[in-house]
């Protein structure tokens, strides 16, 4: 089961942007629309924040959107804020046996 | 209100088995897929499994098959996920989550949009 490639940690100052990438392959992330992105703080369960590349679910922020380009998806932060210091991870259905694959996950620092 | 309200921390010695649950409510358990997901010490999250509580149709990932079972009873509206023979390396967190999307004969499109507090399981002698 191969996991889909984030960066190790992404950092900003508050009220900057960042984005945090998601690199797949055509079975995967490049291939369906079906591309997730999940916060997990400390201690805490995963947490829906984009799902089918871009939308966001009820009750998340706006200030969080998705997009993806060939293998690449990716998350971007607007206006960070500290309580979005957590990790972060993007799934992805695979056409492979596996039939879904989590990202290695990516540590955000709120400088 | 969707809720997943998974069974407590367990304290298990290698080889004895295990069964922990997740019981949802607030929603038509019969007609969702619930997923497992193992978060191992520090490390990322793994797919482990799905299961359709409507008729028990039931996929694992090929690094599960055959370590785990995943089964569920439609009537107390709980998912399960049990062990035969727990290994130290079943040391674990593990988090059940509802499957929004749908399930052919031999795919599962989707997300896993509400989610369990997590049982912490850890196999120790």
């Known amino acids: 089961q191969s996991a889909l490639t984030q960066p190790a940690s992404v950092s900003g100052s508050p009220g900057q942007s960042i984005t945090i990438s998601c690199t797949g392959t055509?079975?995967?992330?490049?291939?369906?629309?079906?591309v997730s992105w999940y916060q997990q703080h400390p201690g805490k369960a995963p947490k829906l924040m984009i799902y089918e590349v871009s939308n966001r679910p009820s009750g998340v922020s706006n200030r969080f959107s998705g997009s993806k380009s060939g293998n690449t998806a990716s998350l971007t932060i607007s206006g960070l804020q500290a309580e979005d210091e957590a990790d972060y991870y993007c799934s992805s259905y695979s056409s492979s046996s596996t039939l879904y694959v989590f990202g290695t996950g990516t540590k955000v620092t709120v400088l | 209100e969707v809720q997943l309200v998974q069974s407590g921390a367990e304290v298990k010695k290698p080889g004895e088995s295990l069964k922990i649950s997740c019981k949802g409510s607030?929603?038509?358990?019969?007609?969702?897929?619930i997923g497992w997901v193992r978060q191992m010490p520090g490390k990322g999250l793994e797919w482990m499994g799905i299961?359709?509580?409507?008729?028990?149709?039931?996929r694992y990932s090929p690094s599960f098959q055959g370590q785990v079972t995943i089964s569920a009873d439609k009537s107390i509206t709980t998912a399960y996920l049990q062990w035969s023979s727990l290994k130290a390396s079943d040391t674990a967190m593990y988090y059940c989550?509802?499957?929004?999307?749908?399930?052919?004969?031999?795919?599962?499109?989707?997300?896993?949009?509400?989610w369990g507090q997590g049982t912490l399981v850890t196999v120790s002698s």
């Open positions: 299961i359709y509580p409507g008729d028990s149709d039931t």
């Open positions: 989550a509802r499957h929004l999307g749908y399930c052919t004969s031999t795919n599962c499109y989707g997300t896993l949009d509400y």
């Open positions: 055509s079975s995967d992330v490049g291939g369906y629309n079906y």
């Open positions: 607030g929603y038509s358990f019969t007609t969702s897929w």
